[in-house]
């Protein structure tokens, strides 16, 4: 008895609860006509008039454009009309359509909508409680059990429409316009009603499985057409209330359903209507919050619901997509027109008008679809979700390129999905790899062709970009570029990720980038059709991207030499078809190949490689590369492509110092038999290697750009770490120091001293003497470095000529190799004293004169003290001689110097 009491007291307080707004409104109805009688009779005493009084009921209700259905967003809700009289009286003008130029999200916006929220709250309150109360009402009799189904869907309806038919009654007989006391609330009843209806077909379906999936359609597109035909002549309270309250019904009804995927469709019908009422009304944020509202509903659903609620979900997500960019426009195929989305979002200049309402809200649209999709299919072990996931995005990608075929200003969004698509495909690996270990119990003959699929879907999508872009339009370049991209790209994200060559096979892979370039090729010949000779930048991406899809294909099938080898070979037929065709982007994969050349000569397989592979490998490897870039470097200097042939300069010096390098080593191994890393010839050929890899970087620092600090950062680092080599070579392994430990190999002259201190110094030299971007005393620095180097490789030669291997150790100078040390000083500065003659040069005539100084000071001050006799008369005599005649020398030398600019003027 007590349980039955409960439940009755509990029907009662729900019928309170629904009642109360009821009565609410009843009150506010009751006096409708109280504000409009004052108005009326205020209006002529505040101007001063006498006139006659003006009726004060209310005209009939049309479709002519009043304060509830002019399209000026939300600020409807805020500003009333102040005028009656004159609104009544003023003759009806059309309205023109709304601008599309609506910005929803602005500090405006939202403070009209708290403002309009802080005044109305009440309607709020009772549009939520009369939703509440149907919803609930079918809910707790499905508790109870009170009624049967068919009862109790049925009261849920009549309920439903009965709130329909009082807000229609309201707002024929009284109105629905911010100047009536009845204000809201048509929008209020018949709102709450929409909800009540949904809400009711959904649990008929769901709750108590009564009707089938095609009559729950049926019955959610009846309701959805009411609504979209009520939206039409209410205001945007009734499509927020509608939309926002038939979103939120499902999950407050709950409930356990074996089809819950079936509410992505409702979904969809309720995003579908909110749309559909807002391209007419033009209040912009209706149709952001019916989006919003169906990508957050449908993401809920996905996340709580099990299998296959995300399969459908991704489907679910690209139709969204799809009505966000039609049914603005009302256009079967959409024509969206003006800036593109993304030149205003990322350009610098700010007199850039923004995109007019549509094209930013498919652009919300795409991107959202694009993000939940890729959210969803992520990693996922699900095949079909995978394939669904890239069917989705590749049909969203078709759609705007070919579907939107005239709306000009969306077709930058199909970057989205394209780049969604390859971030899926590039996670698609663990599936791949179950496909390939489970062999014929994982559905082997379907996933063994994933990799096949996945680059048609490629080259289709590409084909379809091209095809776009030779439409013409204001970002036909753009199009072209990913055309020439798509495909490509995606190959080389299945080749990092899912290795395919191990299953497939390297030539059967290899025939899938050579295929791809060869449709490269054929868009190509194309876009040189369509531009003609004077426009060649999309021929030029077509080329670069068969170029590298060529390269791609080599990297798959040959070895290390041949492939750095082939590489080089596009490099030279890249500058080769600039020069025939005049493509100057062919310089970015001239870039593009000399840092994967260089990356090869030095990282991977890099200098052990070199040194241990057969010679006739690294000759066609690291010889290869020289000669490809001398011929690129002549072919790009005959184009007059100076930044290309900057880099392929410095890319020559860099290659030939590093294969002379290897070479060394490689001789030094062979003849010795000897191979120590730590040695002072090996240091020295290390050290050689990163200063010709430095000053390549430093040299190219001249052509600027976006790498300009990249490449002198890495240019300082390498010299750097050359620097670091050579003082180790000078230190721990310098023979003066160790002569046991540091052996120095090879017979006179011609030993290990020479890589060890001339190369490294002869690297210096060349780099000091073709850099243009050094100052001059950085330039002298580097000089004298070298010098001091080329110094130090003189001294131990000579010492190692007259000592042998093992008598290299400090101290100890016997007189012979005293004297040698004065005359290779006079030998330089005589050296150094005729150029300065052959070319008028004072700076060589002074370091000429410092030399033999510094030979006559050891004279005087070490060698005198060796001599005795004869043999010191006749020294000093013949030293001083030549003193004498080398003053009088350099005297002539000087004023020639000086006369020389004279003539030079003259």
């Not at 009402?137 to 009261?155: C, F, H, K, M």
């Not at 002539?892 to 003027?905: F, M």
């Amino acid at each position: 008895m007590w349980n039955g009491s409960l439940e009755a007291l509990l029907v009662i307080l729900a019928v309170l609860v629904a009642a109360t707004p009821i009565a609410v409104i009843y009150l506010l109805i009751s006096n409708a006509n109280l504000k409009k009688r004052l108005t009326a009779l205020e209006t002529p005493l505040r101007n001063g008039e006498g006139t006659a009084l003006v009726q004060a009921t209310s005209a009939p209700h049309d479709l002519a454009p009043t304060a509830s259905n002019a399209p000026l967003g939300p600020k409807n809700l805020v500003e009333p009309q102040t005028d009656t009289v004159a609104s009544a009286e003023a003759p009806v003008q059309p309205a023109a359509e709304a601008p599309s130029q609506a910005v929803v999200f602005n500090a405006e916006n939202v403070q009209a909508l708290v403002t309009w929220v802080t005044k109305n709250w009440f309607y709020v309150a009772s549009a939520v409680s009369l939703a509440l109360a149907g919803i609930f009402l079918v809910i707790y009799s499905v508790e109870q059990g009170l009624l049967p189904a068919s009862v109790r869907i049925t009261a849920a309806f009549v309920f439903g429409g009965a709130l329909v038919a009082a807000g229609e009654y309201i707002r024929r007989r009284h109105g629905d316009d911010e100047s009536s006391s009845t204000a809201y609330l048509p929008s209020t009843f018949s709102g709450a009603g929409i909800v009540t209806l949904f809400a009711s077909v959904l649990a008929a379906r769901l709750l108590y499985d009564f009707i089938s999936p095609e009559v729950a359609l049926i019955g959610m597109a009846i309701v959805g057409a009411l609504a979209l035909i009520l939206g039409w002549f209410y205001g945007p309270f009734l499509a927020a209330v509608g939309v926002i309250g038939a979103m939120i019904a499902p999950f407050i009804i709950g409930g356990a359903s074996d089809t819950p995927s079936f509410l992505l469709l409702y979904f969809f019908i309720i995003s579908a209507v909110g749309l559909a009422i807002d391209t007419l009304r033009r209040w912009a944020w209706v149709s952001v919050i019916s989006l919003v509202a169906g990508f957050g509903a449908g993401t809920m659903l996905m996340l709580s619901a099990g299998w296959p609620v995300p399969l459908y979900f991704t489907m679910y997500c690209a139709a969204l997509a799809g009505i966000a960019i039609a049914i603005p426009v009302r256009k079967w195929m959409p024509d969206h027109a003006g800036t593109l989305l993304s030149l205003t979002v990322f350009s610098r200049e700010n007199d850039i008008a923004w995109p007019e309402f549509p094209v930013r809200l498919a652009g919300g649209a795409v991107l959202a679809a694009s993000s939940l999709i890729l959210f969803t299919a992520l990693e996922t072990a699900h095949t079909d979700l995978f394939w669904a996931a890239v069917a989705m995005l590749s049909l969203l990608t078709l759609a705007i390129l070919i579907w939107a075929r005239k709306a000009s200003a969306l077709v930058d969004l199909a970057v989205l999905p394209a780049v969604a698509l390859i971030a899926i495909v590039a996670s698609g690996a663990p599936l791949w790899q179950m496909s390939q270990d489970l062999g014929s119990d994982f559905q082997a003959p379907q996933m063994s062709l994933m990799a096949s699929i996945i680059v048609a879907i490629g080259l289709l999508l590409s084909i379809s970009g091209a095809w776009r872009s030779l439409q013409n339009g204001p970002a036909q370049m753009f199009v072209a570029l990913g055309a020439a991209t798509l495909a490509p790209a995606l190959a080389i994200a299945m080749e990092v990720f899912w290795h395919p060559a191990d299953s497939l096979g390297t030539y059967a892979w290899a025939l899938h980038a050579m295929i791809i370039g060869a449709v490269m090729i054929g868009m190509a010949e194309r876009f040189a059709h369509a531009d003609g000779p004077e426009h060649r930048e999309r021929m030029s991406f077509a080329i670069l991207s068969a170029l590298a899809c060529i390269a791609f294909a080599m990297i798959i099938m040959f070895s290390s030499s041949a492939l750095t080898t082939a590489i080089a070979l596009t490099i030279v037929a890249a500058a080769w078809l600039d020069r025939k065709f005049n493509l100057p982007l062919m310089s970015l994969y001239s870039l593009a190949g000399v840092v994967f050349v260089g990356y090869r000569l030095v990282v991977d397989p890099g200098k052990d490689w070199a040194i241990e592979a057969p010679l006739a490998d690294m000759l066609l490897s690291h010889g290869g590369a020289v000669v490809a870039f001398a011929v690129s470097y002549v072919l790009v200097k005959a184009a007059q492509r100076q930044n290309a042939m900057i880099l392929l300069e410095s890319a020559v010096f860099s290659s030939l110092g590093i294969l002379v390098s290897i070479l060394l080593y490689r001789a030094i191994v062979s003849l010795s038999g000897v191979n120590d890393v730590d040695s002072h010839w090996a240091f020295g050929i290390g050290a050689t290697i990163w200063i010709v890899l430095g000053m390549a970087q430093l040299h190219r620092v001249q052509i600027g750009g976006a790498f300009a600090m990249v490449r002198l950062g890495l240019g300082s680092l390498f010299v750097l770490l050359g620097g670091f080599l050579v003082l180790l070579a000078i230190t721990v392994s310098n023979p003066l120091f160790d002569s046991y430990s540091n052996l120095i190999l090879g017979p006179k002259i011609f030993n290990t001293l020479i890589p060890a201190y001339l190369l490294p110094a002869l690297a210096l030299g060349a780099g000091a003497w073709r850099l243009r971007m050094i100052s001059k005393p950085q330039k002298r620095a580097v000089l004298g470095t070298a010098l001091a180097l080329g110094g130090l490789w003189l001294v131990l030669t000579i010492r190692h000529f007259w000592r042998g291997a093992v008598g290299m150790e400090w101290p100890g100078m016997d007189q012979p190799e005293l004297y040698s040390y004065t005359v290779a000083l006079l030998v330089i500065g005589a050296g150094v004293f005729y150029q300065s003659l052959a070319r008028p040069n004072a700076t060589l005539r002074k370091a000429g004169l410092v030399f033999i100084g510094l030979a006559v000071a050891k004279v005087f001050f070490l060698d005198i003290s060796g001599l005795g006799g004869l043999i010191r008369i006749f020294s000093l005599l013949f030293l001083g001689l030549s003193l004498a005649g080398l003053a009088w020398l350099n005297r002539w030398a000087a004023a020639r110097t000086e006369t020389a600019p004279l003539a030079k003027d003259e």
